[in-house]
Every structure is written in C-alpha cells, then in structure tokens.
C-alpha cells in the first residue's frame, strides 16, 4: 500500500538523524530555549508581582506556551532556505517530488524532535500544575501543532522574498519583527488594547503564538476555539501565496539569470 | 599604518556603495533601524504602562539611557565581524585574509559595515545624548557611564572572541552562537534585582553577560560602588588577556598544520 506521508516520515527522520549527533547536541538544543524564555519569565513575574522573584501563573503558562511555540530554529531555515535561493540550489527541492514548504517544515521537526517533545511534556505539565481543564490540556498538542505550521509559513513567505530581492531580505531584522508582533517579547495581553483590536488581530503573527498563548494563561475555550479557527484559516492562505510566490518567483529570478 | 588605513576606507566605500545599489536596498537600510529602534522604545513603554514603577529607583529616562547605551555596547563590539572571522578560521578561509593588505586585528572590526548598521548606531548614539537631557542625572554619572561604556565594549568583545575561539578549537561554530544568543535574551535590558541571587551571582562571576548588559542599571542609580567597578574592570583586564592568548594560540596552531 502507499503511504503519502513516508517521504515526510523520511525527511522527518534523517534531520532527526543530522541534528542529533550526539546526546550534547541535544541537551543542549533543550537549555538554550530554556534559558532564553527565562529572561522573559523572571522579568514580566517581577513587573507584574509585588514580590520580587515570584513566578506568577499567568506568565509562566503564556511563556511555557510560547517557549514550544518558537522551539523551530525559524531564523536557521529562513538563512538556509535564502542561501539555497541565491545560489540556485533551490532547483533540488523544486525537482523532489515534495511540496517546498512541507519538506522545509518536516527537516525544522525532524532536527528539533527530541527538543519539541520534551518542551510539549514541559507545558502539558505546567497546565496541569496550574489546574487548567481537561479540555484545554486536550487541545495543546492540536494547538501547538496549528502555531508550528503558520510560524513556520509566515517565514516561509518572507524569505521567499528572496527571489525578487536577494539578499536584501533580511531575516534578523525580520525575526525582531516577528517576535514583537507575535507576543514573544512583550505578553499580548500587556499590550494595549486598541493595538490589538485594530492592527494585530487582523494580521497573522499573534495567531502564531500570542492569541493561543494567552487563552491558556487565562483559560477560556470559546477564545482558544476562535483563535484557532483564524490561524487555521491563515495556515490554508499563507500555504496558497506561499505556492504562489514559489512558482512566479522562481520563474523570474530564473529569467534574471 | 597608512596602508592598513586606506584599506578600510576603500572595504568601507565598497560596502556602502553596495547597500545603496538599488531603492529596495536603501529602503531596508532605513526601515530596518527605525522598525528595531520603535520595538525596543515600545517594549520598555510597555513595562512602565503595565507598573508605574516596575523596577526600584528606574524612571523610563532612566531606562532609555541604559537602552541606548546597552545598544551602543553591542554595536561597537563588532559581533558579526568576530563571527565572521572565526567561520573563515573554521574554515581555512584566512588564507586570503592573510594575502590581504590590511591587518587580522583592523579587519575583524571592519570587515562587514552596512549602511542599517551605521544608521543603528547613529540612532542609538543620539538616542542616549537625548534621554540623558531628560533622565535628570548628574555629570558624575556620565562621566561613569561613558567609562562604563568603553569597558564593556572592551569586555564584550573579549568575551566574543573568547567564545568563537572555543568554537574553533572545538570545531563547531554554530552551538557557541547559539550560546551566546541564549545568554545575551537573559541578561539583556534585564535589571539585575529581577534575578534570583544565585542566578545573579552566577551571570556576573561565572559569566560575565550581566555584567556587561545590566550592569548599567546599577550606575544610573548610583548603586555602583568600588566592588562594582572592581568586578567590571577585573572581569575585562581577564576577558582581554584571556582573548589575547587564545587567539594567538589558534594562529599558531593555524599557521604550524594549515
């Protein structure tokens, strides 16, 4: 019988092979997040309680969330993807009998797997701790796996920018960009209100990782729903413009010469 | 000397000549530091919105001038640059480095400036000439932030090349990046007090980045006594020695197998 899904299984599981060597590699591709996302836990816990040094609840689940979230190296795929687009070598994927975006997605699971499921057994924990719902506890992996494809598709997009702008496109800068406008630096639900209302909820980046972020931290299942719904609805389009950008691209930076 | 000198200028002319090939490229020249400038600005608006006094004794000016200046840290200790002489070292790519009419030492510091580059550290520099009129602090204090400043860009770019050298004798780039990125979204624009004591303790003594990123905070409050400029200036006569050294051992080792 064929299985569809095997060559993403395969590609899934030679990055795993590349990415973890050795047991280092991956311990260490465990503490980094870990210590990044602590800055930000230590110091919204100290803004926002007036005992210093306390963990409140609310920032712990928001960040543990976004810490899963952001586990995909976003700015390694984007520079490799950019690098293989400048130098033609793109032309590899485009003759493989895979879809670009998913066989870039599945090498980003394949070399954070072990990281990934570990981050995920880390929240699923922190809901639990904190007594949040069966249902919400359900609906994690679901979720996290929603905001893993639209962050991943929304760098996709940018860098195939590139086609048309080389390297010109700049993904640091755009990697600043999307952790603000995705609530990775400053908690969503600290920002004001009619910033929200008007400019990032009609824009993807918060649905990657902020919105859904926020409805565990303050448990509330119709919001966690909704939210999900509309980073679905964004998945579908940024996979369309995504196949859209890749063809007409392609063509005209081959045309360019 | 002379020779050295105008072949920065020329690497200088090149590159700017380059960024400002065509309008897409200027235009991200510009967009790029004003876009990273406002989200650094909002953010800390944002701490003060959400507690009217989040950190001890910190007004916002306050917190401006440590911004700017932990911006102007950053940009003057030619990260990229270290980076990217370490890669070409990795890579046995400073053979042709070596040919070139400049020195290993000036070409570390020069060998990527991008216009956005120029534009941020501009930025930033008057961005800390302005908060200083507004933060309501003495001349004294100034005085020791701007010697705050030079050693810190002294430490900062010891400890890179310190950790890239590492990278090198261990062969892999990529986890000392990784590290280091890791180390620098702790400490950066983080007052110290927000850390518990151990962890504290162990980001001045063990690694230095808090030093380096959040020690500044403890100047604009006058918290810096004699143990804090003893820590400061012990941690860069090491970190300088430390560069020194291992970086001399790795040319040798370089130039003795090839």
Known sequence: ?257 | MFRNFRAIHILFRSYIKRDASNAFSIFMALLTPLAYSAIFLTQTYLYFQINSVPFEDITIEKFYVCLCTNQVIIFLAFDQNIRALARDTLSSDVDILLMRPVSLFLYKYFRVISIDRVIMLALYVLGFAVALAFADVGADVITRLLLFIALAIILLNSVLSIMYGFGILFRDNDKVIRLKESLTDLTQLKPPEIFPFALRTGLTFVVPFLVMYGFMFDIVRNRDGETFWAIVAGWTIVASLLNYYMWRKIFQRYESTG
Not at chain 1, 58 to 74: A, E, K, M, N, W
Not at chain 1, 220 to 236: C, D, H, Q, Y
Request: with cysteine; net charge positive; aromatic share 18%.
């Open chain 1, 1 to 257: 019988m064929k299985v569809p899904a095997k060559k993403y299984i395969y590609i899934i599981k030679n990055s795993f092979l590349e990415g973890n060597q050795s047991f280092f590699s991956t311990l260490l591709s465990l503490v980094y997040p870990l210590i990044e996302i602590s800055g930000l836990v230590f110091l919204y816990s100290y803004i926002t309680s007036d005992d210093s040094g306390f963990l409140t609840r609310g920032v712990v689940i928001y960040f543990s969330f976004i810490l899963v979230t952001t586990t995909l190296d976003y700015r390694r795929f984007a520079s490799k993807l950019q690098s293989m687009i400048v130098d033609e070598r793109y032309i590899n994927i485009d003759q493989m009998p895979v879809h670009p975006f998913f066989y870039t997605f599945c090498e980003s699971i394949g070399r954070s797997f072990v990281t990934l499921m570990l981050l995920i057994t880390i929240g699923i924990g922190v809901l639990l701790f904190y007594g949040t719902p069966v249902i919400g506890v359900m609906l994690y992996i679901p979720v996290v796996l929603i905001c893993l494809l639209l962050s991943h598709l929304i760098y996709y997009n940018y860098t195939l920018l590139t086609f048309y702008a080389e390297k010109h496109v700049k993904i640091w800068f755009f990697g600043i960009i999307f952790d603000f406008l995705s609530g990775k630096l400053v908690p969503l639900g600290f920002l004001p209100m009619i910033l929200q209302k008007v400019f990032l909820s009609f824009m993807p980046f918060v649905y990657a990782a902020g919105a859904l972020g926020n409805a565990f931290s303050d448990f509330n299942l119709r919001t966690l729903l909704t939210s999900s719904a509309i980073a679905l609805f964004w998945v579908l389009l940024l996979i369309f413009t995504g196949n859209r950008i890749w063809a007409h691209g392609g063509r005209v930076f081959q045309e360019r010469g």
